[in-house]
T-cell receptor, first 113, second 118 residues
Framework: GNSVTQMEGPVTLSEEAFLTINCTYT??????LFWYVQYPGEGLQLLLK?????DKGSNKGFEATYRKETTSFHLEKGSVQVSDSAVYFC????????????FGTGTRLKVLA | DAGVTQSPTHLIKTRGQQVTLRCSPK?????VSWYQQALGQGPQFIFQ???????QRGNFPDRFSGHQFPNYSSELNVNALLLGDSALYLC?????????????????FGEGSRLTVL
């Protein structure tokens, strides 16, 4: 079945450090891929998405590229800020056969000033 | 424009009791999905409602049931509560105009209802 695997946290970085959170997936066909972010005490909000191979999603300085050959969708940011501290979820939406989104277990990021 | 709203935000129940959680989707959205997020885990799909019917169900027992009303709002009911039902319950809505699942459309989440079962 479809699944998402993301690196375990927590990840602790100093402000202005480079961030990478790894995400790999298993799915048939060409799913859509997402990164959602959850700030403390809040629901999830979409950070970025990519709907086909080689697409790059980007938002607020974050980027992720849909790599079909490695079944990956790693999240990167060149210079993190304290305000980026949150839990990040990788997710997929299959191209057919189901309406559900499948989420990874989440990676907690803590950025220190 | 109000986003997805959920109520109540927090509640405490005891084992064996029943609970009803409510959700109003974002304006213009007609599809509502419910997810359970246990502590330290990612959201797990419970079910999705569209046109007042359950369109798809995840791996949850029949104790979990739902309803969608003509105005697209939705309820999640859980009967015979167990300690393991303690979680954050998230409602998400989507719009057919934006695609929705299967076409890369975005899910819009509410802030959730945190249920504690004692």
């Amino acid at each position: 079945g479809n699944s998402v695997t993301q690196m375990e946290g927590p990840v602790t970085l100093s402000e202005e450090a480079f961030l990478t959170i790894n995400c790999t997936y298993t799915a048939t066909g060409y799913p859509s891929l997402f990164w959602y972010v959850q700030y403390p005490g809040e629901g999830l909000q979409l950070l970025l998405k990519a709907t086909k191979a080689d697409d790059k999603g980007s938002n607020k300085g974050f980027e992720a590229t849909y790599r079909k050959e490695t079944t990956s969708f790693h999240l990167e940011k060149g210079s993190v800020q304290v305000s980026d501290s949150a839990v990040y979820f990788c997710a997929l939406s299959a191209a057919s056969g189901t309406y559900k989104y499948i989420f990874g277990t989440g990676t907690r990021l803590k950025v220190l000033a | 424009d109000a986003g997805v709203t959920q109520s109540p935000t927090h509640l405490i129940k005891t084992r064996g009791q029943q609970v009803t959680l409510r959700c109003s989707p974002k304006s213009g959205h007609d599809t509502v999905s419910w997810y359970q997020q246990a502590l330290g885990q990612g959201p797990q799909f419970i079910f999705q409602y569209y046109e007042e019917e359950e369109r798809q169900r995840g791996n949850f027992p029949d104790r979990f049931s739902g309803h969608q009303f003509p105005n697209y709002s939705s309820e999640l009911n859980v009967n015979a509560l167990l300690l393991g039902d303690s979680a954050l319950y998230l409602c998400a809505s989507s719009s057919p105009l934006a695609g929705g699942p299967r076409s890369g459309g975005e899910l819009f989440f509410g802030e959730g209802s945190r249920l504690t079962v004692l």
